[in-house]
């Protein structure tokens, strides 16, 4: 079963542009984690935040985390070409079970 | 260094029959885990391995099997596939297991069922 929802479900914006995702999830975490993968291929890890964690930036990437919420963004700032995937966020339960929770992802086109 | 190696890429079954999917781990990684990636239930997480041993296991039936050699390579088998066992299966592997560890993924097996 899925942990959560991602929203939008399907985002178009112009090259240039920042692109926000949601990702609200159900129960306590460790962690939550940020996927990217391209059309029919494997997930590439984009950036963990850790669940005493408010936000973190790599690169281009910009996540916060609202445990009293229970959701999660993630911001791509100056999108490009390369950036159309789908985008997924991964949630780790706090009950010594490492095993990852996917969000439905949302799947981003950047239009050139 | 080499990622996550899936094999077969993809493949066609038919009702009925099973099927084993191989994944090697990137070197030095001991723990390898399996999901199921389907447009109706997205990413579901299968079952996970460190050190030849069964760690985790996600709710699916026992058609769905696993196993991890000394070398750390996995392969999971299905039996009696269905026609809903057609997915992208992901094989990802970490160096060690706990919270917050980064895993990897590889490129999948596409398995088609007829």
């Known amino acids: 079963s899925q942990q959560g929802e991602e929203d939008p479900q399907a985002l178009s914006i112009q090259e240039g542009e920042n692109a926000t995702m949601n990702c609200s999830y159900k129960?306590?975490?460790?962690?939550l984690q940020w996927y990217r993968q391209n059309s029919g291929r494997g997930l590439v890890h984009l950036i963990l935040i850790r669940s005493n964690e408010r936000e973190k930036h790599s690169g281009r990437l910009r996540v916060t985390l609202d445990t009293s919420k229970k959701s999660s963004s993630l911001l791509i700032t100056a999108s490009r070409a390369a950036d159309t995937a789908s985008y997924f966020c991964a949630t780790e339960g706090d009950f010594g079970n490492e095993k990852l929770t996917f969000g439905t992802g949302t799947r981003l086109t950047i239009i050139p | 260094k080499a990622g996550v190696t899936q094999t077969p890429r993809y493949l066609i079954k038919t009702r009925g029959q099973q099927v084993t999917l191989s994944c090697s781990p990137i070197s030095g990684h001991r723990s390898v885990s399996w999901y199921q990636q389907t447009p109706g239930q997205g990413l579901q997480f299968l079952f996970e391995y460190f050190s030849e041993t069964q760690r985790n296991k996600g709710n699916f039936p026992g058609r769905f099997s696993g196993r991890q050699f000394s070398n750390s390579r996995s392969e999971m088998n299905v039996s009696t596939l269905e026609l809903g066992d057609s997915a992208l299966y992901l094989c990802?592997?970490?160096?060690?297991?706990?919270?917050?560890?980064?895993?990897?993924f590889g490129e999948g097996s596409w398995l088609t069922v007829v």
């Open positions: 129960t306590s975490i460790n962690n």
């Open positions: 990802a592997s970490s160096l060690k297991i706990g919270s917050g560890n980064t895993i990897y």
